[in-house]
């Protein structure tokens, strides 16, 4: 079948084909808040920091998304449910939004998140990330010296949702002016683009419902790297879409939980 994209802001418009999709949405802000009067987290800078009952077997990082123009981790608390029941810290990291901020400073920031994260939580470190969350938590592994070296050392897993991996179609987007990413910038922050470090399992999770170009991009990532010698895998869950896929995270056994904490013998 050819494929081939002829609006790329419906390509990338993920509410507008997503049955009572403003209800959803609408509805994570009290999810997220009703999980912090539960678990109250530490604040690390712009993140939230969230802990097991008991020392934690490691750390999860989850990156939000929003199209690296909205929301911040008070709107995703209760995604943090699932490593915490299985034992694990959970950090939900911060970073500031365009256009006040472009794509490289927020890698910037969540790797300064992550590190100190890091220096608090021993164990191992499983990464993960939703939509430009996932572009962010891929980009976490790339081999360009973007983690410190020891901090990369320990990371075991990751698991890219829905990632956004190849930032050149959304400069055809109404979004980027915005966004403003420039072809420089694209290049220099797309983990498409880029290579993976070494060693570590990498998984894209996408929907069976979701946008074509969400399905393309977290195939596109697994393609790529595996050619660069990673060991990779696109994992479609049948029936989610984009605002669905990420409440696996809510469940630890969920099946992918089982991918993000499971190559770290959590289970």
């Known amino acids: 079948m050819i494929y081939q994209v002829h609006d790329w802001d419906d390509a990338y418009a ?18 997220a808040a009703a999980f ?48 915490i029941e299985a034992g694990w810290a959970a950090l939900l990291p911060g970073y500031a ?9 927020m890698t910037t920031q969540v790797t300064e998140q992550i590190a100190l994260a890091a220096d608090r939580i021993a164990g191992p470190i499983a ?5 430009a969350g996932g572009h962010l938590a891929a980009r976490m592994i790339c081999d360009d010296g973007t983690l410190p070296a020891a901090v990369l050392a320990r990371v075991t897993a ?17 979004m980027n002016q915005t ?10 922050e797309s983990p498409a683009l880029l290579t993976p470090v070494q060693g570590i399992p990498v998984t894209t999770w996408v929907g069976g419902s979701e946008r074509p170009e969400f399905l393309r991009q977290a195939r596109l990532l697994a393609d790529i790297w595996a050619g660069l010698g990673a060991a990779t895998d696109c994992v479609t869950a049948p029936g989610d879409h984009h605002f669905s896929v990420v409440e696996a995270l809510r469940r630890p056994d969920s ?9 770290s013998g959590s289970r």
């Open 179 to 188: 966004l403003r990413i420039d072809a420089t910038e694209a290049a220099s």
């Open 255 to 263: 099946p992918l939980m089982e991918r993000l904490l499971g190559y």
């Open 14 to 31: 993920n509410g507008a084909h997503i049955a009572g999709a403003e209800g959803i949405a609408d509805s994570w802000p009290h999810s």
């Open 36 to 83: 912090r009067d539960r678990h109250p987290p530490l604040q690390l800078g712009r993140g939230q920091l969230f802990m097991p009952q008991e020392a934690p077997r490691g750390l999860m990082v989850f990156v939000h998304g929003g199209y690296w123009m909205r929301t911040d981790p008070s709107v995703w608390s209760h995604l943090a449910q699932g490593a």
């Open 127 to 131: 990464i993960s990330g939703h939509s």
């Open 158 to 174: 990751c698991v890219p949702i829905s990632p956004l991996t190849d930032l050149r179609p959304l400069m055809r987007t109404q």
């Open 97 to 105: 939004l365009a256009p006040d901020a472009r794509i490289a400073q």
